[in-house]
């Protein structure tokens, strides 16, 4: 089957203003995507995963026309990047800047009239078009109402509204779920999976791996510019079958976590914070025999654990394994 | 699968009026700047009247003053005309030249360029509305300084007069479009627009004719579209005379411009956009 969306040797580097003292400054090059090679197939469910600042936005926007790529090319719907730009924006509906990219001071259905309009959509079918959207997202008792007047997460749904607009073949939303309540993340992501099972070609970014598990057939984990793992859900897990995983939460200072990822036998170790508590992540050929050396070297470095437990392996914890690093970490280049 | 998409000429044309639609629904939403533009004019124009009258020792002998050096004895019109056009120079370097920083502020800049749609198309529109909109607020801020000041609005060739009101936004948008290239390197829009503005009123002779600059700087002014706009709308409405003596030869200078202006304008505009999207990426103009 021909890809609907063939991308090769896609490269990206910007160059990068430093700030010298007042009046001077330094230009560095920044390499945003290195030799991107990927193929997705039509009607399939594709995700983009990786930390803030891995290149996923970058590769979207160069996919989107928005940014030109310093080296490579990529077809999208049949059409090549920088020869067809027009059709290949026709080809695809996007989420890109989530609430932001709506005119405030319109209502609702005027932004998805004029957006309709900016599409070349004829005026029935943008009507149709946009009365079938507001219904199927529930939006009529506010799609009258100017958009300033709306919650982050209204002007979040009606970005996504605006997305479907021209039923084009490819929907690409970029972190969609941000800012989203959890009953209206689950809705949207139930939108999404009918949209997908009707055919509709979805790629789908985000830094949080029970989204791309609920919702994606394929993932390519991106790290730093660079496509590291890429394959269906159960291929990336498969791919840690001879390895296990370990999860401790507790107080794990700094000293304690250098010691156990200097433990024999440890391959990966990764550490994160939430709510005043650390998750220290481990990767190794046999968990369990781990167990007690693990135990004793985090105790003795001023640990104090609440919960330790070897666990089912996760996209995160593929992620760990290929970087040790976690999806938290925000790897920008500054 | 197809998208809704469909590339027709009538489906462009819709575009450009939406584009139009959209920008005067906005603008409904802000009285405040509906009024601003109605009486700014005014108040633009009172200064040097009243300052005038002053200097010149009243209505009647400022008149003959002014009568001797514009060809003129109706300052006040002048006045009021110069001020209009003025607005009009800056309310279109404000509407096209800083139409993608205001864009990229609000955050709607990506999903224009999203959709599939040539700039020229949206360029066209905000050109359009920026033309009804400037031509709409000099009839009625002209008229209302008229009034306030006592003078007859209804004078001398109306129609020529809004002919060259209406043929000079044209090289207008085109200058436009020079400086949102520039802004698009440089990002200091405000910065430049209000440089931009004071500097075409001083050149378009705002309060004064041109007459009076040195011949160096007199060419510069004569090489600046606005200033022949500014002066045919005078001369049609007030008799102070055409720079080529009969209005035709002044219209064609115009329309000159017409043709050379908006296509320097827009193919540097669109080479600048391509170097943009290709360094850092549209939406961080």
New interface residues.
Partial sequence: MEPIIKIRGLTKIYQSKQRVGLFRSRTKEVVALQDVDLDIFPGESFGLLGPNGAGKTTLIKCLTTLLLPTRGTAWLNGHQLERAENAIRASIGCMLMGERGLYWKLTGRENLDFFGALYQIPPDARQAQADQIIARLNLDEIIDRAVETYSSGQKMKLAFAKALLNAAPILILDEPTNTLDLTSARELRAVVRELNRQGRTVVYTTHVMSEAEELCDRVAIVDRGQVIALGTLAELKASLNREGVTKVEGVIPEAAFRAARALDGVMRAALSSKDGMQELVVVSPNPRALLPQLIRALMDNGATLEQIAPTEVTLEDVFIAKTGRTLAEDTREK | ????????T???L??IW?VVT?RL??LS??PGFRLLDIIMPTFIAAMPILLGQAIGGGAVRAAQNFQENTGTANYVAYLLIGSNVFMMVSGTMWNVGYWLRREAE???L?????????RGA?LAGIALYGNLRMTFNFILAFTLGAIVFGVSPLQGDILLALIFLFIGLIPLFGIALIYGAIILRIKEANALIRLAQWGASLLMGLFFPIAIFPGWLRLIALAFPPTWMNNGVRASLLGVGFFFEQWYFDLAMLGAFCILVPLLGYRLFIRTE?GV???????EF
């Fill in positions: 699968m197809t998208s809704l998409t469909q590339f027709t009538a489906n462009k819709r575009l939406s959209m629904k906005i939403r802000y609000t955050g709607t990506e999903a224009l360029y999203l959709a599939p749609t040539g949206i391509r999207q290709r360094d850092a990426g549209v939406g």
